[in-house]
C-alpha cells in the first residue's frame, strides 16, 4: 500500500488539468446546446413541465419509432460485425497483392453522403433497377442493407488495427499444444479481440440509431426512427416537448449501451503486441474468411460502380463532362465544386488535429488502472460524455448552439470554426473506441516498471503505451480524417456559402433539377470517394516511418 | 505526433513531468485558438456588416453580392439555416437574440407563425416594383413580409411515356385517383418535404377540410408512391428523370420542364399540369431587433431589385416577383405559370398545419 505522496498529488492535479480540456471542449460544445434545447421542451412557458414531455414519451407513435430504432439497429451492427471481422482477418492478418487498395476501398462508403448513396442504392433497387427483383425498395431491408454499407468500414478498421498488432506467439503455442485451428479461434484469437469488437460495434450501434439520410431516403415516408423524428419534430412541428423526451431517450440508450458493453469489454486480459505487422500468405483453411470478404469486397463495390459509371454517362455515351463541370460555377452552388472540396480539406485538417489531440487525451485518461471505485465510477462517466455526441441527434446539436451560445464569452453563432469543433466531436468518439483497446491492452505492470525506473508520465506513454497504440493511433487519425471529409449532418448546419465542404455541396446539386446537377452530384461523390481512400491508403504507408523509430 | 517526440524529451524529473503535462495541455489550447484563428476571427458584428438569415438554397453569383456591398456600403453576411421550417422554426428560439438583420426564405406555408411569433419588424420597400402587390402575404403580416420570389409546385407528366402507351395523360388532381392512372404517381412526403406538404395543400385547397382525407384515401388505393424528398421522388422514380424510374407522373413544379430538353432536342419531354398546381411565394423580412435595421432595409430593398430578380431562375430555380424582370428565354417558352393556383390563408395554414399532417401521416403510413 502506498500512501499518497506529494508527487502522487500532483500527477492527479495534472491528469485533471489534462481532463479539463476535452471536457471543455464537449461542455460548450455539446452539452451546454443539447441542454439548452431539451430545456426549453421542459420548460415551455419558463415553467417546468414534466407531464408535458412525460405525456409525448408516452405517444403511440413513440413506441413504434423506438422499437423500429432499436431492432433495425441491433440487427445492422450485428450483421456489420459478423461480415467485418473476418474481412478484417483478411485485410489485416493475411498478406496478398491489392490488399491496401481494397482496404481503400472498404472505408469509401463510410464518407459518401447519405443522399446520393441513398438514391444510387435506390436506382438498383427500385422498379427498373437490375436488383429490383429483390423486392426491397422501401422496406426495412434496404435501409438495414445500407446501414451495414455505410459502417463496414468501422469494425474492418477498428478490429483490423487491433488484430494486425496481436503477438502471433501465442496463437501458435496453442496449436503447438494441439489446439485445432477452430479451438485457436476460439480461446486465443477471439479472446483477445473482444476489447475492439465491443468498441466497434458500440460505435456502429449509435451510428446506425441516428442514421438520417440513409432512413428518409431508403425508408420512403414509411419508415421513422428515433433520430428522423427529432428532425420532423423540431423542423416541421416546432413540437420542443415531443424533440426533448426523444432526446432524453437517445442519451438513456448511450448510457446503458456504455454500461453493457463495458461489462463485456474490460474482463479481456492484456495481450502481447508487435509491432511490426506479422502478415502470412492465405492458406486452404483462410478459405471461410475469403469467401466472406469477397462477398464484402463485391457488395461494397457494386453500388460505387454504379455510381462510377453514372457520373461517366452523358447522354447516353462516356463522358468526362460532369468532371470537367467541377471546377466551373454551375449557378446552384457560390463556389466551384474544386473549391468545396479544397475547404472540405482544409477543414479535415484542422478537425482531425482537434480530434486525436483532444480523443487521444481522454483514452489515455480512461484506460489509467485505477484504485477506488469512485475514481473507476468518474473515468466511466467522463469516458460516456465523449460518447453522447455519436448518440445523440444532430438536429439537437444544429438548434441548441444557436439557442444556447448566444451570449458573451459564448457567442459563438455562425463562427466559421464551429464546423471543425462539430466535426471533431463526431471524429472524437471514433478515436478514444480505437484507442481504448489498444491501451487497455497494455499490460499494468510495463508501465509500473518503466515508472520505477524513472520514467516520467509522458515517458511512460511514449515507451510503453505509444508502441502497443501507434497502429490504433494511425487508425483513428486515418478515420478522423475520414469522418470529417464525409460529415454532413452538423456541417450543413454550420457551413457558409463561401465555405461549404464537399458533402454540402453535393447535397445543394442533387436536389436541383436537371441532369447536369444531377451528374455533377455524382461525380463530386466519386472525386470525395477517390480522395479518401487516398487519405486512407497514405495513412497507411505511415507505418514503419518515423513513428516506427520511437517503438 | 509531434508532439509526443517534443515533449517526450522531458524526462525524469518531476519538473520535466510537470513542464511536458503542461506543454500538452498548452498545445490543446494552442490548436483550439489556432483554428479559429485560421479561419477568420472576426466574430463581432460591426454597424459596417448585414447578416442574412436565409435557405439552403441560397445561390447568388459573386457579382450581385459585390454590387450590392458596393452600393450599400455594407459588408453581406450569408448565414443558411436549412429549408423554409427550420429557418423559421430558428428564428422563432432565438427572437430575444436574433441569429442576422433580415430574412430571406420564409415561404406561404411558415409565415403564418413568423408573423405571429413576432419575430420580424414591419418594413415595405418604397419603390419596389408593382406587381410586388400580386404576391403580398393577404392578412395582418403584409407590412412584415416582402415577396421576392414564387413558384408552383405541380403534377409533372412524362409526355413520351404516355405517347408510346397510347394513355392520355391526367389533367387535375381527381384524375390521380382514376384507376387508369394506377400505380403511375410518385410524390414526396407531406412531413419530410416541403414540395409534398406544398401538394398535400393543394389537395385541402381542392377538396376542403371534409373532404381531402377521403381524396387521399382514394389517392393511397390507387397505389401512390410516397418517397422522403423531392429528390428521390424526380431523380430515382420518375420515369423521366435521371434515374430513368417505372412511375411517369411526378410532384414537381412547373418550372422542371425545359430541364427535360434533350441534348439536341428542341422541346421538352415532360409538362407541368397547370391545374394541379399549389403556389409557394418566399419572403424577405426585417428581423424584430435587427443590430443593423438600415442595412437589413437597404438588403430587402435589394432583393426586390431588377438584378436580383433577373438572376433568380437562373440561380434558384424560383419566378421573380417582378413581373418585368426578364424570364430565360426556356423558362418564357416552356415553363408557364398556373393560371389559377391553389392558395390558402397562411394564418390558416399556420394554425392547422400540425393537425393536417398528423392526419395526413395516419392515413399514409408516414
Redesign the interface.
Known amino acids: 500500500m502506498r500512501l499518497p505522496s506529494r508527487?502522487r498529488l500532483?500527477?492527479a492535479g495534472?491528469v485533471g488539468?489534462?481532463a479539463?480540456?476535452?471536457l471543455t471542449?464537449v461542455v460548450i460544445f455539446f452539452v451546454v446546446p443539447v441542454v439548452g434545447m431539451v430545456g426549453?421542451g421542459f420548460f415551455p412557458d419558463g415553467e417546468l413541465d414534466v407531464a408535458g414531455v412525460a405525456d409525448a414519451l408516452l405517444r403511440p407513435r413513440v413506441a413504434h419509432v423506438v422499437w423500429f430504432t432499436l431492432w433495425s439497429s441491433s440487427l445492422a451492427t450485428a450483421l456489420t460485425v459478423l461480415l467485418g471481422v473476418p474481412t478484417a482477418f483478411v485485410l489485416y492478418r493475411l498478406r496478398f497483392p491489392g490488399q491496401a487498395l481494397l482496404r481503400g476501398l472498404v472505408t469509401v462508403p463510410f464518407v459518401l453522403p447519405t443522399?446520393v448513396v441513398?438514391?444510387a442504392f435506390?436506382?438498383l433497387l427500385?422498379?427498373?433497377g437490375p436488383l429490383a427483383f429483390l423486392g426491397w425498395d422501401?422496406t426495412p431491408a434496404a435501409i438495414v442493407a445500407a446501414l451495414v454499407f455505410f459502417n463496414l468500414a468501422v469494425v474492418v478498421r477498428t478490429v483490423g488495427a487491433h488484430w494486425e498488432g496481436l503477438d502471433r506467439r501465442r496463437e501458435e503455442a496453442a496449436a503447438a499444444l494441439g489446439a485445432s485451428p477452430a479451438q485457436v479461434l476460439r480461446t486465443v484469437t477471439l479472446p483477445a479481440l473482444v476489447p475492439a469488437v465491443v468498441s466497434a460495434g458500440t460505435v456502429v450501434f449509435l451510428f446506425c440509431a441516428t442514421a438520417f439520410g440513409v432512413v428518409?431516403?431508403l425508408?420512403?415516408?414509411?419508415y421513422?426512427t428515433v433520430e428522423?423524428e427529432i428532425y420532423?419534430l423540431?423542423?416541421?412541428?416546432?413540437?420542443l416537448q415531443g424533440a426533448a423526451a426523444l432526446c432524453v431517450l437517445q442519451i438513456v440508450f448511450v448510457v446503458v449501451l456504455l454500461g453493457l458493453t463495458r461489462r463485456v469489454g474490460q474482463g479481456s486480459a492484456s495481450v502481447q503486441r508487435t509491432s511490426t505487422a506479422v502478415r502470412r500468405t492465405p492458406a486452404g483453411r483462410d478459405v471461410p474468411a475469403l469467401l466472406v470478404s469477397a462477398l464484402v469486397v463485391v457488395a461494397v463495390a457494386a453500388p460505387l460502380v454504379s455510381l462510377v459509371v453514372r457520373s461517366l454517362r452523358?447522354?447516353g455515351s462516356w463522358s468526362l463532362e460532369h468532371y470537367r463541370a467541377l471546377d466551373g460555377?454551375t449557378?446552384?452552388?457560390?463556389v466551384p465544386v474544386t473549391q468545396a472540396l479544397e475547404n472540405s480539406l482544409?477543414v479535415a485538417v484542422?478537425a482531425t488535429?482537434?480530434a486525436v489531440?483532444?480523443g487521444g487525451?481522454v483514452a489515455v485518461l480512461v484506460t489509467r488502472r485505477l484504485r477506488t471505485p469512485v475514481a473507476r465510477r468518474a473515468a466511466a462517466t467522463f469516458d460516456a460524455v465523449f460518447m453522447l455526441p455519436l448518440g445523440v441527434s444532430a438536429v439537437t446539436v444544429g438548434?441548441g448552439l444557436?439557442?444556447a451560445l448566444?451570449?458573451p464569452p459564448l457567442?459563438?453563432?455562425?463562427?466559421?470554426?464551429l464546423?471543425?469543433?462539430a466535426q471533431a466531436l463526431v471524429a472524437m468518439p471514433l478515436v478514444v473506441r480505437l484507442l481504448v483497446p489498444a491501451l487497455r491492452s497494455v499490460d499494468e505492470r510495463q508501465r509500473e516498471a518503466a515508472a520505477s525506473l524513472?520514467?516520467?508520465?509522458?515517458?511512460v506513454?511514449?515507451t510503453v503505451d505509444?508502441p502497443h497504440a501507434r497502429r490504433a493511433?494511425l487508425a483513428a487519425?486515418g478515420f478522423a480524417f475520414a469522418v470529417s471529409l464525409g460529415e454532413f449532418g452538423a456541417t450543413?448546419?454550420l457551413?457558409?456559402?463561401e465555405?461549404v465542404t464537399l458533402p454540402v455541396a453535393v447535397y445543394?446539386l442533387?436536389?436541383?433539377?436537371?441532369?447536369d446537377n444531377?451528374?455533377a452530384a455524382l461525380a463530386a461523390s466519386v472525386v470525395l470517394g477517390l480522395v479518401t481512400a487516398a487519405v486512407v491508403v497514405l495513412v497507411e504507408r505511415v507505418r514503419g516511418g518515423?513513428?516506427g523509430g520511437?517503438s | 505526433m509531434l508532439h509526443h517526440n517534443r515533449t517526450g524529451r522531458h524526462t525524469g524529473s518531476r519538473r520535466g513531468r510537470t513542464t511536458a503535462l503542461g506543454a500538452l495541455a498548452g498545445l490543446g489550447l494552442a490548436l483550439t485558438s489556432a483554428c479559429s484563428l485560421e479561419s477568420g476571427a472576426d466574430e463581432g458584428k460591426s454597424p459596417t456588416t448585414v447578416t442574412l438569415v436565409t435557405h439552403d438554397s441560397w445561390a447568388v453569383p459573386e457579382e450581385l453580392v459585390a454590387e450590392f456591398e458596393e452600393e450599400s456600403g455594407y459588408q453581406l453576411d450569408v448565414l443558411p439555416n436549412g429549408d423554409a421550417g427550420e429557418v423559421t422554426n430558428k428564428l422563432v428560439l432565438t427572437a430575444d437574440n436574433p441569429l442576422g438583420d433580415a430574412v430571406y426564405g420564409i415561404d406561404n406555408t411558415f409565415a403564418g407563425r413568423a408573423v405571429d411569433e413576432g419575430v420580424l419588424a414591419s418594413y415595405t420597400p418604397s419603390d419596389g416594383p408593382a406587381s410586388l402587390a400580386d404576391f403580398a402575404l393577404p392578412g395582418d403580416g403584409g407590412d412584415l413580409l416582402t415577396p421576392v420570389d414564387w413558384s408552383d409546385v405541380c403534377v409533372n407528366v412524362d409526355d413520351v411515356w404516355f405517347r408510346d402507351e397510347g394513355i392520355e395523360p391526367p389533367r387535375t388532381l381527381g384524375d390521380l385517383t382514376d384507376p387508369a392512372y394506377r400505380g403511375l404517381f410518385v410524390t414526396p412526403g407531406a412531413a419530410s418535404s416541403s414540395p409534398g406538404l406544398a401538394f398535400l395543400l393543394a389537395t385541402i385547397a381542392e377538396y376542403g377540410e371534409d373532404g381531402w382525407e377521403d381524396y387521399w384515401r382514394d389517392l393511397m388505393a390507387n397505389d401512390v408512391k410516397l418517397t422522403s424528398g423531392w429528390t428521390d421522388a424526380y431523380e430515382v422514380d420518375f420515369s423521366a428523370g435521371p434515374g430513368g424510374g417505372d412511375r411517369p407522373i411526378v410532384l414537381s413544379y412547373s418550372s422542371s420542364p425545359p430541364f427535360t430538353i434533350p441534348e439536341g432536342g428542341s422541346k421538352p419531354t415532360t409538362s407541368a399540369l397547370l391545374d394541379t398546381c399549389f403556389r409557394q411565394v418566399e419572403y424577405a423580412g426585417v428581423l424584430a431587433g435587427a443590430e443593423n435595421p438600415a442595412g437589413a432595409e437597404a438588403l430587402v430593398d435589394f432583393l426586390v431589385s431588377r438584378d436580383f430578380q433577373t438572376a433568380l431562375p437562373d440561380n434558384m430555380y424560383v419566378y421573380p416577383v417582378d413581373d418585368e424582370a426578364p424570364l430565360p428565354e426556356l423558362w418564357a417558352r416552356w415553363a408557364p405559370a398556373a393560371e389559377r393556383p391553389f392558395q390558402l390563408d397562411p394564418e390558416e395554414v399556420d394554425a392547422q398545419r400540425s393537425d393536417w399532417l398528423r392526419a395526413w401521416s395516419d392515413l399514409t403510413g408516414g
Open positions: 508527487s500532483a500527477t495534472l488539468l489534462a479539463l480540456i476535452p471542449v426549453r443522399v441513398g438514391v435506390r436506382t427500385a422498379g427498373t422501401g428518409l431516403t425508408g420512403g415516408v414509411e421513422a428522423t420532423l423540431t423542423t416541421q412541428f416546432l413540437d452523358v447522354d460555377t449557378g446552384v452552388l457560390s482544409r484542422d488535429l482537434l489531440v483532444l487525451t438548434f444557436l439557442v448566444d451570449t457567442d459563438f453563432r455562425g463562427s466559421p470554426w464546423v471543425p469543433v524513472g520514467a516520467g508520465t509522458l515517458r506513454l511514449r505509444l493511433l487519425t450543413s448546419f457551413s457558409r456559402p465555405t445543394q442533387v436536389s436541383r433539377p436537371g441532369e444531377f451528374g518515423s513513428l520511437l
